[in-house]
């Protein structure tokens, strides 16, 4: 089973808060131009992963692997409530 690096994982977290920073905060209503960079952002780590990757006309972001064998489903949102704390939205 792979390793999570925490290190790289609190980067990522870390830069996704900067997009939309307000204050301690993140502002990044559904659709916005923050929330669109976010999600453009998020697509070109899957691409970095090697991945093959596409955003729906709802939002979506997703990544496949080429590669068969197990498969695993994650979601979350990059939309954030008005003011919402630096891991809203990540």
Wanted: charge should be negative; charged fraction near 20%; hydrophobic fraction near 40%.
């Amino acid at each position: 089973m792979p390793l999570i690096n925490s290190e790289r994982l609190l980067s990522n977290l870390r830069h996704l808060r900067t997009i939309g920073a307000v204050g301690q905060g993140v502002v990044r209503p559904a659709f916005s131009a923050a929330d669109m960079e976010a999600r453009d952002w998020l697509r070109s780590q899957f691409e970095e992963a090697g991945l093959t990757t596409a955003i729906d006309g709802v939002g979506n972001v997703t990544g496949k692997s080429p590669n068969t064998g197990p498969a695993m489903l994650i979601g979350s949102h990059s939309d954030t409530q008005p003011t919402g704390g630096w891991l809203d939205g990540a």
